[in-house]
């Protein structure tokens, strides 16, 4: 009687599906009191990576707190490139998480972090900013108690890093000199979002002192187009070093604030008018008495 047999078909179906894979991964904004400068804590519920570290020892003192406020192993301290608001506190960060390992996206940028630790320490150039904290002066023959660059910041194999427990930032760095010799974009799928680091300052006068010559805003300019283009289908918040989360129109914003720059410390008699001039366009932005005056220090001789 086999014929009369119903057959039993079980159908298993695919129940495991990516978003039930995928980590609960989840971001937040530390974002500084000085220079506005943002730190990122990434967490999937198990393990944490902190995207850059704070320029003063009060501000990575706080960025401490809410890191051990959240009560899961700090696993990553990525820097995203060789600028003291960026890489400062990570002295203080490695004393109160011993088991995070300091990253960078290439060797480059670890020399950059040595080379301008080295020029703070010689007063770098606006005298506007703190000291190099004393932990942060080299390792040496001299400082056996100093920093150890190379021993201590790792260069990542590849440009991802996975946080313990899931969860992938994918990171870019082949960028021309701009902002930064040297810069590290991270794009997280899960959370699409984009964090630009450098490139990126919202309602904040962009940082154009010290080395960065007319050749290297144009550049900027360029890789800010070359970004927007990359990520526009993908509509990504945009997560900037400095100031508040935005989104893609970010780029449009900041592309008119370089050409306002070059414009007007092109054009003006003096620095102060150059400094009035861009404080009317951009009224509401922060840092005209830090970034904006000498940027415009640096273009007008
Ligand atoms: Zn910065």
């Known amino acids: 009687m086999r014929g009369l047999t119903t057959p039993v078909v079980v159908v298993f179906i695919a129940a495991v599906t990516q978003g039930a894979l995928a980590a609960d991964l989840r ?3 530390f974002a500084g009191d000085f220079a506005s400068v943002n730190s990122f804590i990434f967490s999937n519920g198990k393990s944490l990576l902190v995207l850059d570290a704070q320029r003063t020892p009060g501000e990575a003192r706080k960025l401490a707190e809410r890191i051990h ?9 990525l820097i995203s490139h060789g600028h003291t608001d960026h890489f400062t ?13 300091i990253v960078v996206a290439n060797e480059a940028i670890r020399r950059d972090i040595k080379s301008y630790a080295i020029y703070m320490d010689k007063g770098g150039q606006t005298g506007g900013e703190p000291a190099l904290e004393p932990a942060l002066r080299p390792r040496s023959g001299d400082n056996p108690n100093g920093f150890d660059y190379e021993r201590w910041i790792h260069v990542l194999a590849d440009h991802t890093v996975e946080l313990h427990g899931g969860g992938k930032l994918d990171l870019t760095t082949d960028y021309a000199p701009a902002e930064a010799p040297h810069m590290t974009t991270v794009y ?7 964090f630009l680091a ?8 962009l940082w154009l002192g010290d080395d960065i010559d007319r050749e290297r805003i144009a550049a900027w300019r360029r890789e800010l187009l070359r970004i927007k283009a990359r ?20 780029f449009d914003d900041m592309v008119r604030y370089i050409d306002d720059f070059t414009r007007v410390t092109a054009t003006v008699k003096s620095r102060e008018e150059a400094i009035q001039s861009l404080k009317a366009l951009y009224p509401d932005y922060n840092e005209a008495d830090f970034f904006l005056r000498y940027s415009v220090q640096n273009h007008l001789r």
Do not use: I
């Open 231 to 250: 990520y526009e289908s993908l509509k990504p918040t945009v997560y900037p070093g400095h100031g508040h989360p935005t989104d893609m129109r970010l």
């Open 27 to 29: 971001v937040e904004v």
């Open 69 to 77: 406020a959240l009560h899961l192993p700090l696993d990553y301290l």
């Open 198 to 205: 450098d490139f990126g300052y919202n309602r904040v006068h």
């Open 89 to 101: 506190g990570m002295a203080l960060l490695r004393q109160e998480f011993p088991g995070a390992r």
């Open 188 to 194: 997280s799928k899960e959370l699409n979002a984009l």
